[in-house]
């Protein structure tokens, strides 16, 4: 296919661009504990035309920026942040010559790895900056040692809001991740012997500061952009022998449904109908986690949350939801090279002590998509301690909330 040249002389300036956008992170640290979710699309890139882009033309090299008419690609905004340190050289009180091998990997396909949330499938292309840092002067006294430095700068391309599939509200984004430049830390022998025999490290440390200093003006931070292009499948293709072919491919494919059928009704709808506190104690017998607690639990049915607030509740208790404790969503598709899954995630927060247990239950085509009436039990995590067995806690999971939920849906919708 072709790139509309608006876009492909826009897109990475603003990818690469200095501004930081905070990643989502869980608040509670009990994600560690627990896998994370099963990713649920967008569906893989199955097409026989798909539209592509090529890594090494629009991501690696790019031409060129709409406003500057700069190449903006990673390895040019790379090079040009170490043309304009080059040629400070021997401006300041203090410099070096810069020198990088830059080194790309093979796209591939990765899954985000949230614990408590749907994840999705996203193409990612890596690349790391190995930086040679020479020709050091510190108050026009040339140092003669050397430094080493290194980068790595991950592209990730999604497919955002493709779930529902069928709407076709997926739009291909690109997502870029830049560390900070990081000065090694490591000297050569002769250096720690003569900087710290001579003026107690001082020097050395000195020169590592100057020059993690200059480093810190290269770019860095995670910044996000539509490319503007629909989507509801994605993939990426590597070719180990002639990684210049290397290309990330995506569609959207508009979905036929059986005998003209309507997707507003081919929905799945999961209501909560029971929650029970169980009973979770500890080898002292001490209760796991407080005798009275007061959780509210966070359920995922595909990409659509539902909230039930929870009474405070004791061991054994039992709560039932009122009716509209139920979501709905559209069946996932199911065509003969690619079967969907209803994912159900469910949280159990601990609200005032922001504790959060997590689990997931996965049904498919083969299991009617989870239709009937089935148990998820929320854990929780307890430890103890047995020297015999490890110096380190040992961990243990129980179940600590039992939920009902009963699933009901439409014939199983095909493509």
């Known amino acids: 296919m072709t790139i509309s040249r608006r876009y492909r ?5 603003i990818a ?29 890139n199955l097409s026989n035309s798909s539209q592509n882009l090529t890594i090494d033309t629009f991501v690696t090299r790019h031409c060129c920026d709409a406003t500057t008419g700069a190449h903006d690609g990673v390895y040019d905004q790379v090079e040009q942040a170490i043309a304009e340190n080059n040629a400070a050289y021997g401006t300041g009180t203090s410099g070096a010559v810069v020198t990088a091998t830059k080194t790309r990997y093979s796209p591939w396909m990765y899954a985000t790895q949230y614990t408590d949330r ?21 108050h026009g006294v040339s140092y003669p040692f050397s430094r080493t430095a290194g980068q790595s700068i991950d592209i990730q391309i999604s497919c955002e809001g493709w779930y529902p599939w069928y ?36 020097i050395p440390d000195y020169v590592d500061s100057q020059i993690t200093a200059k480093l810190s003006r290269f770019p860095r931070g995670t910044h996000k952009t539509p490319l503007g292009f629909s989507c509801n499948t994605l993939g990426a293709q590597a070719f180990p022998d002639s990684p210049q072919f290397d290309q990330v491919l995506w569609d959207y494919v508009r979905p036929r449904f ?9 929905q799945i709808s999961v209501q ?39 009474p405070q509740m004791q061991e054994g208790q039992v709560f039932f939801p009122s009716s509209n404790a139920v979501v709905s969503v559209p069946t996932p598709p199911a065509t003969a090279q690619y079967s969907g899954q209803n994912i159900i995630i469910a949280n159990m ?9 997590s689990t997931f239950l996965v049904f498919d085509k083969a299991t009617d998509f989870g239709a009937g009436t089935r148990i998820v039990n929320t854990p929780k995590i307890w430890s103890y301690l047995n020297p015999r067995v490890s110096r380190k806690p040992i961990i243990v999971h129980s179940n600590g909330y039992e939920v ?12």
Not at 173 to 186: C, E, M
Not at 274 to 285: A, I, M, P
């Open 9 to 13: 002389r826009c897109m990475l300036r």
């Open 16 to 44: 690469l661009a200095f501004a930081v956008a905070a990643a989502a992170s869980t608040a509670s640290a009990q994600s560690n504990y627990y896998p994370p979710t099963p990713p649920q699309g967008p569906p893989p």
């Open 118 to 138: 749907p994840n999705q499938r996203i193409a990612q292309i890596s690349y790391f900056i190995d930086y040679d840092i020479d020709n050091i002067y510190w």
């Open 272 to 310: 909560v109908t029971k929650v029970r506190r169980l009973t979770v104690h500890d080898l002292s017998g001490a209760t796991v986690y407080y005798p009275v607690e007061s959780p509210r639990l966070e359920l995922y049915v595909g990409y659509q949350p539902l909230v039930v607030e929870l």
């Open 258 to 266: 059986p005998g003209g059928g309507n997707p507003v009704f081919d």
């Open 349 to 357: 927060w601990q609200v005032p002590q922001n504790i959060e247990d």
């Open 167 to 202: 709407k076709g509200n997926g739009q291909l984004t690109l997502t870029s991740i830049v560390s900070a430049v990081t000065l090694d830390a490591g000297h050569s022998v002769l250096e720690d012997t003569f900087g710290g025999i001579l003026w107690n490290n001082a």
């Open 404 to 415: 009902t939920l009963q699933i009901s849906g439409p014939p199983i919708l095909t493509q």
